[in-house]
T-cell receptor, first 114, second 117 residues
Framework: GDSVTQMEGPVTLSEEAFLTINCTYT??????LFWYVQYPGEGLQLLLK?????DKGSNKGFEATYRKETTSFHLEKGSVQVSDSAVYFC?????????????FGKGTLLTVNP | DARVTQTPRHKVTEMGQEVTMRCQPI?????VFWYRQTMMQGLELLAY????????DSGMPKDRFSAEMPDATLATLKIQPSEPRDSAVYFC???????????????FGPGTRLTVL
C-alpha cells in the first residue's frame, strides 16, 4: 500500500537558518503530495501541495518539488523564523478509487530558537 | 471565518467508560474524516463519510468504536468501552468530495485529547 517516510526529528535551528525536511513516498499510479503543518494545540493546516511530477508547491516561504524519479517531496525554507516552530507532516493522496484518503508521515518537530 | 469545531477539547475518563466525541464540519462541506494521532502510529484514518454515509471505516476497531453523522452539522465518534490504549488525540476534518483531478483540501478541527486511565 501507499506509504510516506519523512526524516525523524526533532530538528532544532537558529532563526534565519536554512531548513530541509526530507520526505519520500511509495505509491502506485500518480499520487498528489502535500505538506501539512500543526502548531501547538491546533489541528493540521495545509501548507502546500503538488499534484504532478515536477510541480513545485510554495507557500509562506516554504517550497517542495514533486520528484517522481526519486519519489521525493522535500520541504525547504531559506530562512526560518521562530514562528515556524511546529510539527510538519508529509502526506500523499493516492489516485484511483481511494483518492479521498491521505496517507501521512510520522511528522517532524521543528523548533526554531531566536 | 469557517472552522471545524470539536468537543470536548480534553477528556479524561476511566477504563470501561463510554466516550463520545463530537464534530461540527464546516457548513457546506460534504465529507467528514476522523483521524487518531498517537506518538507510535502517527495519524491514522479511522472513518470517512461522504454525504453523511460511511464509505470507509476500515481503520476503526469495530468492536468498540462507532462513528455516525446524525445530520449534516454533526459527526460523532463513540468508544464503548474505552481502554487505556485508546488514549490519543482524535481529529475531525471536513472538506468537499474530491473530483478526478481537483484535490479539495481537508480542514482539520483542533482535536479532542483523550486520556483513558
Amino acid at each position: 500500500g501507499d506509504s510516506v517516510t519523512q526524516m525523524e526529528g526533532p530538528v532544532t535551528l537558529s532563526e534565519e537558518a536554512f531548513l530541509t525536511i526530507n520526505c519520500t513516498y511509495t505509491a502506485t499510479g500518480y499520487p498528489s503530495l502535500f505538506w501539512y503543518v500543526q502548531y501547538p494545540g491546533e489541528g493540521l493546516q495545509l501548507l502546500l501541495k503538488a499534484t504532478k511530477a515536477d510541480d513545485k508547491g510554495s507557500n509562506k516561504g516554504f517550497e517542495a518539488t514533486y520528484r517522481k524519479e526519486t519519489t521525493s517531496f522535500h520541504l525547504e525554507k531559506g530562512s526560518v523564523q521562530v514562528s515556524d516552530s511546529a510539527v510538519y507532516f508529509c502526506a500523499l493522496r493516492g489516485s484511483g478509487g481511494s483518492n479521498y484518503k491521505l496517507t501521512f508521515g510520522k511528522g517532524t518537530l521543528l523548533t526554531v530558537n531566536p | 471565518d469557517a472552522r471545524v469545531t470539536q468537543t470536548p477539547r480534553h477528556k479524561v475518563t476511566e477504563m470501561g467508560q463510554e466516550v463520545t466525541m463530537r464534530c461540527q464540519p464546516i457548513l457546506g462541506h460534504n465529507t467528514v474524516f476522523w483521524y487518531r494521532q498517537t506518538m507510535m502510529q502517527g495519524l491514522e484514518l479511522l472513518a470517512y463519510f461522504r454525504n453523511r454515509a460511511p464509505l470507509d471505516d476500515s481503520g476503526m476497531p469495530k468492536d468498540r468504536f462507532s462513528a455516525e453523522m446524525p445530520d449534516a452539522t454533526l459527526a460523532t465518534l463513540k468508544i464503548q468501552p474505552s481502554e487505556p490504549r485508546d488514549s490519543a488525540v482524535y481529529f475531525c476534518a471536513s472538506g468537499l468530495a474530491p473530483g478526478r483531478v481537483v484535490y479539495n483540501e481537508q480542514f482539520f478541527g483542533p482535536g479532542t485529547r483523550l486520556t483513558v486511565l
